[in-house]
């Protein structure tokens, strides 16, 4: 079982460069809508990224997990509290979460490194 990320963000990453050559306009709403979201409200920042963190794994998203460790480990979240809220996301998606929580540990050790 291969838990690399390296390539999948690379590969997004151009085809999102794509997307906002397409449609400009689109892609800017998406990002302002992303950095609201992201941004200082009632929630705190540190918290949004520890739910993202845990959407991402739940609904099994290879490229929202790394970069939601990365601002996780930013915010100051430390490994075994966000091991601990990616069980949560086991928990609520079932057993084929895992793999995404191992995404999830996989990436939090390779950016601690």
């Given at each position: ?38 941004g200082?409200g ?15 794994v739940?609904?099994?998203c ?6 939601a ?32 929580a191992?995404?999830a540990?996989?990436s ?6």
């Open positions: 079982m291969k838990y690399g990320s390296d390539d999948i963000l690379k590969k997004f990453q151009a085809l999102m460069n794509d997307v906002k050559k397409s449609v400009p306009g689109q892609y800017e709403a998406f990002i302002q809508s992303k950095n609201a979201m992201t200082k009632r929630i705190s920042q540190k918290m949004k990224w520890l739910l993202l963190l845990v959407a991402g739940s609904q099994k290879p490229v929202c997990i790394p970069r460790v990365k601002h996780c480990l930013d915010a100051g979240w430390s490994k075994d509290e966000m091991i601990e809220a990616c069980m949560v996301a086991v928990l609520v998606g079932g057993a084929s979460v895992m793999t995404y191992l995404l540990v996989n939090i050790n390779k950016i601690r490194r």
